[in-house]
Protein backbone atom coordinates (compact mmCIF):
# COMPACT_ATOMS: atom_id res chain seq x y z
CA UNK A 1 0.00 0.00 0.00
CA UNK A 2 1.01 3.44 -1.07
CA UNK A 3 1.08 5.58 1.85
CA UNK A 4 1.59 9.28 2.86
CA UNK A 5 2.71 9.88 6.44
CA UNK A 6 2.09 13.14 8.01
CA UNK A 7 3.66 13.66 11.90
CA UNK A 8 5.61 16.19 13.42
CA UNK A 9 6.47 15.67 17.33
CA UNK A 10 8.50 12.64 18.67
CA UNK A 11 5.72 10.49 19.05
CA UNK A 12 5.64 10.40 15.50
CA UNK A 13 8.88 9.28 15.22
CA UNK A 14 8.51 5.10 16.16
CA UNK A 15 5.36 5.23 13.81
CA UNK A 16 7.37 6.19 10.35
CA UNK A 17 10.11 4.13 11.81
CA UNK A 18 7.82 1.00 12.02
CA UNK A 19 6.28 2.04 8.36
CA UNK A 20 8.89 2.02 7.13
CA UNK A 21 10.12 -1.35 8.05
CA UNK A 22 6.87 -2.96 7.68
CA UNK A 23 7.30 -3.22 3.72
CA UNK A 24 4.40 -0.76 2.76
CA UNK A 25 5.64 2.18 0.53
CA UNK A 26 6.51 5.03 2.46
CA UNK A 27 5.64 7.69 -0.90
CA UNK A 28 6.61 10.91 1.37
CA UNK A 29 6.52 12.07 4.58
CA UNK A 30 4.76 15.92 5.56
CA UNK A 31 5.88 17.74 8.58
CA UNK A 32 5.14 21.25 9.91
CA UNK A 33 7.51 23.95 8.96
CA UNK A 34 10.96 24.36 11.02
CA UNK A 35 10.23 26.59 13.79
CA UNK A 36 12.63 29.18 16.07
CA UNK A 37 12.92 27.31 19.08
CA UNK A 38 15.92 27.51 22.22
CA UNK A 39 16.98 30.52 24.03
CA UNK A 40 18.90 31.55 20.64
CA UNK A 41 15.39 30.77 18.77
CA UNK A 42 17.19 29.17 16.27
CA UNK A 43 15.08 27.19 13.58
CA UNK A 44 14.99 23.53 14.50
CA UNK A 45 13.60 21.01 12.41
CA UNK A 46 11.01 18.65 13.45
CA UNK A 47 11.82 15.26 14.70
CA UNK A 48 9.64 13.45 11.93
CA UNK A 49 12.14 15.61 9.99
CA UNK A 50 14.96 14.22 10.69
CA UNK A 51 14.04 10.82 11.27
CA UNK A 52 12.41 10.59 7.45
CA UNK A 53 15.66 12.02 6.26
CA UNK A 54 17.69 9.39 7.78
CA UNK A 55 15.45 7.02 6.59
CA UNK A 56 16.11 8.45 2.91
CA UNK A 57 12.53 9.69 2.35
CA UNK A 58 11.26 12.66 0.66
CA UNK A 59 10.00 15.30 3.22
CA UNK A 60 7.83 17.90 2.72
CA UNK A 61 6.89 21.03 4.90
CA UNK A 62 4.14 22.85 3.38
CA UNK A 63 2.95 26.05 5.29
CA UNK A 64 -0.12 25.41 4.51
CA UNK A 65 -2.16 22.56 3.60
CA UNK A 66 -4.87 23.98 1.21
CA UNK A 67 -1.53 25.48 -0.93
CA UNK A 68 -2.11 24.43 -4.85
CA UNK A 69 1.72 22.96 -4.61
CA UNK A 70 1.19 21.26 -1.85
CA UNK A 71 -2.20 19.63 -3.55
CA UNK A 72 -0.71 19.08 -6.70
CA UNK A 73 2.41 17.12 -4.68
CA UNK A 74 -0.37 15.00 -3.23
CA UNK A 75 -1.62 14.69 -6.54
CA UNK A 76 1.58 13.41 -8.27
CA UNK A 77 2.61 11.22 -5.29
CA UNK A 78 -0.67 9.04 -5.49
CA UNK A 79 -1.19 7.64 -1.90
CA UNK A 80 -3.64 4.81 -0.91
CA UNK A 81 -3.66 6.04 2.94
CA UNK A 82 -2.25 9.16 4.87
CA UNK A 83 -1.17 7.92 7.84
CA UNK A 84 -1.83 10.99 10.58
CA UNK A 85 0.37 11.17 14.44
CA UNK A 86 0.20 14.13 15.97
CA UNK A 87 1.10 16.65 12.92
CA UNK A 88 -0.20 19.93 14.50
CA UNK A 89 -2.93 20.86 11.83
CA UNK A 90 -6.36 19.89 10.75
CA UNK A 91 -6.31 18.43 7.37
CA UNK A 92 -8.85 20.09 4.28
CA UNK A 93 -11.70 17.70 2.95
CA UNK A 94 -9.81 17.47 -0.28
CA UNK A 95 -6.63 15.30 1.34
CA UNK A 96 -9.36 13.77 3.59
CA UNK A 97 -11.11 12.99 0.37
CA UNK A 98 -8.25 12.16 -1.52
CA UNK A 99 -6.51 8.78 -1.05
CA UNK A 100 -9.14 5.50 -1.70
CA UNK A 101 -8.42 3.78 1.40
CA UNK A 102 -8.68 7.19 3.37
CA UNK A 103 -6.58 9.58 6.40
CA UNK A 104 -5.69 7.21 9.21
CA UNK A 105 -4.79 8.82 12.49
CA UNK A 106 -3.10 7.24 15.60
CA UNK A 107 -4.58 9.17 18.85
CA UNK A 108 -3.01 7.96 22.16
CA UNK A 109 -6.77 7.53 24.12
CA UNK A 110 -9.25 5.02 24.23
CA UNK A 111 -11.37 7.38 22.13
CA UNK A 112 -13.95 8.90 22.32
CA UNK A 113 -12.58 9.78 25.83
CA UNK A 114 -9.99 12.46 25.86
CA UNK A 115 -10.49 13.85 22.22
CA UNK A 116 -8.43 16.55 21.54
CA UNK A 117 -4.82 17.98 23.24
CA UNK A 118 -3.01 16.59 25.59
CA UNK A 119 -4.65 13.72 26.47
CA UNK A 120 -1.73 11.87 28.01
CA UNK A 121 -1.22 14.31 30.50
CA UNK A 122 -5.14 14.19 30.82
CA UNK A 123 -5.43 11.02 31.06
CA UNK A 124 -2.76 10.92 34.24
CA UNK A 125 -4.39 14.41 35.98
CA UNK A 126 -8.09 12.63 36.29
CA UNK A 127 -6.58 9.34 38.16
CA UNK A 128 -7.25 6.86 35.50
CA UNK A 129 -6.04 3.76 35.99
CA UNK A 130 -5.34 2.66 31.96
CA UNK A 131 -5.71 4.73 28.79
CA UNK A 132 -4.70 3.16 25.48
CA UNK A 133 -3.66 4.13 21.77
CA UNK A 134 -6.82 4.39 19.33
CA UNK A 135 -6.27 4.68 15.38
CA UNK A 136 -9.39 5.87 13.47
CA UNK A 137 -10.57 7.36 10.05
CA UNK A 138 -10.36 11.24 10.04
CA UNK A 139 -13.58 12.83 9.61
CA UNK A 140 -13.84 16.76 9.51
CA UNK A 141 -14.15 16.61 13.35
CA UNK A 142 -11.38 16.15 15.61
CA UNK A 143 -10.87 13.23 16.85
CA UNK A 144 -14.42 11.82 15.93
CA UNK A 145 -14.04 9.34 13.23
CA UNK A 146 -14.53 5.79 12.61
CA UNK A 147 -12.47 3.64 15.09
CA UNK A 148 -10.43 1.04 13.47
CA UNK A 149 -8.53 -0.52 16.56
CA UNK A 150 -8.12 0.09 20.15
CA UNK A 151 -5.06 -1.19 22.37
CA UNK A 152 -5.70 -0.41 26.32
CA UNK A 153 -2.34 -0.04 28.29
CA UNK A 154 -2.42 0.71 32.00
CA UNK A 155 -1.00 3.51 34.23
CA UNK A 156 1.20 2.77 36.35
CA UNK A 157 1.96 4.49 39.14
CA UNK A 158 5.45 5.27 38.39
CA UNK A 159 4.05 6.83 35.22
CA UNK A 160 4.59 10.29 34.86
CA UNK A 161 3.17 11.72 31.27
CA UNK A 162 7.18 10.89 29.49
CA UNK A 163 6.99 7.34 30.42
CA UNK A 164 3.53 6.86 29.20
CA UNK A 165 3.84 9.03 26.32
CA UNK A 166 7.14 6.77 25.48
CA UNK A 167 5.06 3.60 25.85
CA UNK A 168 1.77 4.72 24.09
CA UNK A 169 4.49 5.87 21.20
CA UNK A 170 5.44 2.17 20.63
CA UNK A 171 2.39 0.73 21.09
CA UNK A 172 0.83 3.40 18.47
CA UNK A 173 3.11 2.12 16.25
CA UNK A 174 2.68 -1.42 16.68
CA UNK A 175 -0.90 -0.56 16.17
CA UNK A 176 -0.60 1.68 13.13
CA UNK A 177 0.62 -1.26 11.02
CA UNK A 178 -1.94 -3.69 11.92
CA UNK A 179 -4.29 -0.79 11.26
CA UNK A 180 -2.85 -0.38 7.62
CA UNK A 181 -2.41 -3.83 7.09
CA UNK A 182 -5.45 -4.66 7.69
CA UNK A 183 -6.88 -1.66 5.74
CA UNK A 184 -4.43 -3.24 2.70
CA UNK A 185 -6.49 -6.35 3.08
CA UNK A 186 -9.96 -4.82 2.85
CA UNK A 187 -10.80 -6.23 6.16
CA UNK A 188 -10.21 -3.35 8.42
CA UNK A 189 -13.56 -2.76 10.67
Partial sequence: ?????????????????????SGHDVVGVVTRPNRPAGRGRRLQAPPVKLAAEELG???HQPDKLNEPSF???????????????????????WLLEQPPAGCVNVHPSL??????????????MNGELETGVSTMYMSEEMDAGDVI????????ASDDAGTLHDRLAQIGARLLVRTVDLIAQGAAP
Avoid at 1 to 14: D, K
Avoid at 80 to 91: E, I, N, R, S, T
Fill in 71 to 93: RDLVEALAPDCVCVVAYGAFLPR
Fill in 149 to 156: LQERVPIN
Fill in 111 to 124: LPKYRGAAPIQRAI
Fill in 57 to 59: FAV
Fill in 1 to 21: MRILFMGTPEFAVPHLQLLAE
